[in-house]
């Protein structure tokens, strides 16, 4: 079967670091998604990834090791604006997104 | 990025009765629309993949002849949740894929049956 795994729940300082993992096994791999979803609102996107490495974006940043079936954000400088669910998805080989449960991210002053 | 609207964003309605929820791709057109639904602190859960000019494709478990999905235009999918019920209350959310990798979502609609 198909599955994404990701912690449920993470608790960081504001102006630290914090990074998120998220370790997938799918039927095939075209890519891999972050997004961030605030509570009451649609996800939004944050980054894609279908080659190996690291993808910087501002604060953000993700990684990416297709032979692990490995993927992890890392969010910089924290904001309290940045607690939120932070959602892994993958697009299989039917292009069909499969969908981690998702890390809840608390930012403590 | 592409914009991805949803009407209503929230609606409050009587057991039993139906609910229409309109997702709209403002500013590309959109073969395939995907509709999700979520519960509290849970993650998106795909419902049904719409696709323009024929009949959607429903994840298992979700009952087709309850959730009617009409993806009439390039533009434009509706959902309507027929005869609902308090456990039909949710967070409905579409998405419209503007590529293979590029997937744009909705506000989506919070619906509360009492």
């Known amino acids: 079967g198909q599955n994404i795994d990701q912690p449920t729940e993470m608790t960081a300082t504001e102006g630290a670091i914090v990074q998120i993992n998220c370790t997938y096994q799918t039927s095939g791999f075209n890519g891999l998604f972050w997004y961030q979803q605030h509570a009451g609102e649609a996800p939004t996107f944050l980054s894609y990834n279908v080659l190996d490495g690291l993808e910087e974006k501002g604060r953000f940043s993700s990684f990416l090791s297709r032979s692990k079936g490995y993927s992890y954000l890392l969010l910089k400088e924290l904001q309290m604006k940045d607690s939120a669910s932070y959602l892994c998805?993958?697009?299989?080989?039917?292009?069909?997104?499969?969908w981690g449960a998702g890390t809840k991210l608390i930012i403590k002053p | 990025g592409a914009v991805v609207s949803q009407h209503p964003s929230w609606v409050i309605c009587k057991s039993g009765t139906s609910v229409k929820i309109e997702c709209r791709s403002l500013d590309f057109q959109a073969t395939t629309m995907f509709w999700y639904r979520q519960f509290p602190k849970q993650s998106l859960m795909l419902m049904a993949t719409s696709n323009e000019g024929s009949k959607a494709t429903y994840e298992q478990g979700v009952e087709k002849d309850k959730f009617l999905i009409n993806h009439a235009s390039l533009t434009l999918s509706t959902l309507t949740v027929t005869s609902a019920h308090p456990e039909d209350s949710s967070f409905y959310i579409c998405s419209a894929r503007l590529a293979e990798n590029e997937q744009f979502f909705g506000p989506g609609t919070r619906l509360t049956v009492l």
């Open positions: 998805a993958v697009l299989d080989s039917n292009y069909q997104l499969i």
